[in-house]
């Protein structure tokens, strides 16, 4: 019976294509509907400007430090000036090769600056001519290096898989960067264009990055069911605990100067967010069951459900700490703020801030709880039909 796993064109298996076809061929299309009626570009934007604003950036070849008349911060660049050949114009009133002097950035998140580092100027006008000030540090170069070496990992160890997931990840910023974004910025409902566009990355990249098989597919359809789960839970939370998506001044910037959604903003980064943890949970247990019914022919649809339940139940409880993690990570310098100002537990818990990432946290894990036993028993049910299509056609 071993010898019956090479077959893989028996008539089962053709049935079963069919089938994942038809399961799979419904979304494609509503998908793509979706695509060409939120597809942004009808409406034209104008883009705010700063009159007098414009940008330039040099290599610093100078720099000037004088005694401060106060005492400042060790971690500040002090008080003088800083030279910088400009070697790059994006609307400022200067010429390339043409050398500015300004002072030295202070304060909070300032830039160090030393002789040789490449930074970004910005040009303010001023009734008597304007003036120049050095806002951060150029990063392309560093940038691209870091990304070489990311390109360079991924495929030396992936390899031709490595390759289609690279290609995955292009096709997830495109959607992103020229979908979901401008059409959140044209006026689209951000909760739609997040649903059109998780659909569109689900549907091309877990095929692109894990071939037409029917573990894909299985995982391709639980992902989504998952997902639909998941908006659905954080609609729900983000109504009942009246949470407006405005917490910082960076929210409140884009609520009130583009006119965007906050709160529906909050909801489609949350189904985003979460899109690709449910990736992860959903291929590994179909896969796993997979292979749980190619090394043992004998378990039923029960037993490989079971036997994929424990596997998935593991991966669950490992994934929970690095999604809590992730947001705890990214949000800490508000928690700490909060913990500052709140003397109790139960007031740090419960401010908005706070409060918005555990409904992020929370939700995510639902979904991705909810992802195991819609995808582990959909694979159950395939495995071992396909196991028993091998044994009737050998």
Known sequence: MGGSHAHTSHPETRRMRRWAVAVVAPFVVVTLVALALLWPGAVERETPEVAGAGQAGGTVVAVDREECPEPLPDDVNG???????????????????????????????????EVGHSVVLLHMSTPDGGTFSIVDHRRATGMWILAAAFVLAVVAFGRWRGVRSLLG????????????????????????????????????????????????????????????????????????????????????????DLGVDMGGLLLAGIMVGSLGVLDDVTVTQSETVTELARANPAYRAVDLYRAGGRVGRAHI????????????????????????????????????????????????????????????????????????????AS
Do not use: K
């Open 79 to 113: 008080c003088g000036s800083a030279t910088v050949e400009v070697d790059e114009v994006d609307g400022a009133p200067v010429e390339v090769g043409a050398r500015v002097e300004t002072t030295l950035p202070n304060g909070t998140g300032a830039a160090r600056i």
């Open 317 to 392: 409880a490992s994934v929970i700490n690095t999604i809590i993690l992730a947001y705890a990570g990214s949000t800490l310098p508000l928690l700490v703020l909060i913990v500052a100002n709140n003397p109790t537990l139960g007031a740090v818990v419960t401010d908005q801030v706070l409060a918005q990432e555990i409904v992020r946290s929370g939700v995510a894990t639902l979904g991705l709880i909810a992802a195991v036993p819609v995808t582990t028993a959909l694979a159950a049910l395939v495995a071992a039909r396909a196991v028993r299509g091998e044994e009737t």
């Open 169 to 256: 990840l292009g096709v997830t910023f495109l959607v992103l960067l020229y979908f979901v974004v401008p059409g959140i910025l044209e006026g689209s409902s951000p909760v739609a264009m997040a649903l059109a566009g998780s659909a569109a990355i689900v549907l091309s990249v877990m095929y692109l990055t894990h071939g037409l098989t029917l573990s894909t597919t299985v995982a391709l359809v639980g992902t989504l069911v998952s997902l639909a789960l998941t908006g659905l839970l954080a609609w729900i939370a983000v109504a009942g605990l009246h949470l407006t998506g405005v917490t910082d001044d960076v929210s409140t910037t884009v609520g009130m």
